[in-house]
């Protein structure tokens, strides 16, 4: 669409973020859902499947546990690579530090994303136009380890309430999850950060983008640049 940049106003995805708003702490949620209480928890949410790139991650847990061996991987979804993430699992032993869940009812993925350390979507196709994953789990107030792909990075400010990292690079990804998982006062920070930059994607701030946008067009005033109206 570069030849009408001008004229293109992006509206972003949603969610309630009331939904995640559950009154139980991390270790209530654990033990809810069965989860060890002293060990760090990173956790993936999505279809397994190659765009969302599991295999990534599961590629890159031998290099985090070398350094931080106290680490379990929870992988929350279905999908056509479980087998296949299972035996890579088993070839690179590290199958201990890796659950899979398979589906996960809605009502009970706050409790997940509030049981983790860190959140990790090592996406590797530029299909991955948003993620909504993302902004459930800064709903929760947990940091996030995403590739730099598509939209995330107009979620995932680098720094801020997460880090970015380029798809499909194994080492880059250890790397990251390693450093936060290594300091916690960062993991807190950008968890803090993460709670009210979420606040800008609720639906009722995208409606009302909507309208706003609807409102301007029918007024038929012209600018040179539509994205400023919104400034």
């Keep these: 669409m570069g030849r009408y940049k001008d004229k293109v106003v992006v509206i972003p995805n949603g969610i309630n973020i009331e939904d995640y708003k559950i009154p139980y702490s991390k270790e209530?949620?654990?033990r809810k859902l069965g989860?060890?209480?002293?060990?760090?928890i990173v956790l993936f949410v999505g279809n397994l499947?190659?765009?969302k790139g599991p295999n990534v991650l599961i590629r890159a847990i031998p290099k985090i546990v070398k350094k931080v061996p106290n680490t379990l991987f929870i992988f929350v979804g279905k999908g056509k690579m479980r087998n296949e993430l299972e035996k890579l699992a088993?070839?690179?032993?590290?199958?201990?530090h890796v659950r899979f869940t398979g589906f996960v009812e809605?009502?009970?993925k706050p409790f997940y994303y509030k049981s983790a350390d860190i959140f990790c979507l090592p996406s590797v196709m530029s299909t991955e136009s948003f993620?909504?994953?993302n902004l459930e789990a800064m709903a929760?107030?947990?940091p996030i380890v995403a590739s730099r792909i598509g939209g995330v990075p107009d979620v995932i400010k680098d720094g801020e309430n997460g880090l970015l990292v380029p798809p499909k690079y194994v080492n880059s990804l250890a790397s990251s999850i390693i450093y936060l998982l290594e300091n916690e006062g960062v993991r807190r920070k950008m968890g803090k950060n993460a709670k009210e930059i979420v606040k800008n994607f609720t639906?009722?701030?995208v409606a009302k983008m909507v309208r706003k946008l609807y409102k301007f067009v029918l007024s038929g005033e012209k600018v040179e640049n539509y994205r400023s109206i919104f400034r």
Excluded at 35 to 40: G, H, I, R, S, T
Aim: aromatic share 6%.
């Design 28 to 30: 209530e949620c654990r």
């Design 35 to 40: 989860l060890p209480l002293d060990k760090n």
């Design 49 to 51: 499947i190659l765009y």
């Design 90 to 96: 088993n070839k690179l032993g590290i199958r201990n």
């Design 106 to 108: 809605e009502c009970l």
């Design 131 to 133: 993620g909504i994953v």
């Design 140 to 142: 929760c107030g947990i």
């Design 203 to 205: 639906w009722n701030k």
